[in-house]
């Protein structure tokens, strides 16, 4: 019989904040030890939100700068507001 076991690994990674990360459809700015700003761009998904450093510093996220960062938040914050009219 063979059972499926997941091992999960802690590590502590030190950065200076504001400390910003993407995706292929996220920009993340790690603005403290608890929280982190998300700009998802991908199409009809759209959204800006409060979420924790861990999800900026996965195993799928590269090193970003703010000026992507503030891009990609510009950007979707228009998009949202002309969706609220």
């Given at each position: 019989?063979?059972?499926?076991?997941?091992?999960?690994?802690?590590?502590?990674?030190?950065?200076?904040?504001?400390?910003?990360?993407?995706?292929?459809?996220?920009?993340?700015?790690?603005?403290?030890?608890?929280?982190?700003?998300?700009?998802?761009?991908?199409?009809e998904?759209?959204?800006?939100?409060?979420?924790?450093?861990?999800q900026?510093?996965?195993?799928?996220?590269?090193?970003?700068?703010?000026?992507?960062?503030?891009?990609?938040?510009?950007?979707?914050?228009?998009?949202?507001?002309?969706?609220?009219?």
């Open positions: 019989m063979k059972i499926e076991t997941v091992k999960q690994t802690k590590s502590f990674v030190e950065v200076s904040l504001p400390y910003f990360t993407q995706t292929i459809c996220h920009q993340f700015k790690v603005i403290s030890e608890t929280e982190c700003i998300q700009v998802c761009t991908l199409t998904w759209e959204s800006i939100s409060v979420c924790r450093p861990s900026a510093l996965g195993t799928s996220t590269k090193k970003s700068t703010e000026l992507n960062f503030k891009k990609s938040f510009d950007k979707i914050a228009k998009h949202l507001a002309e969706k609220i009219k």
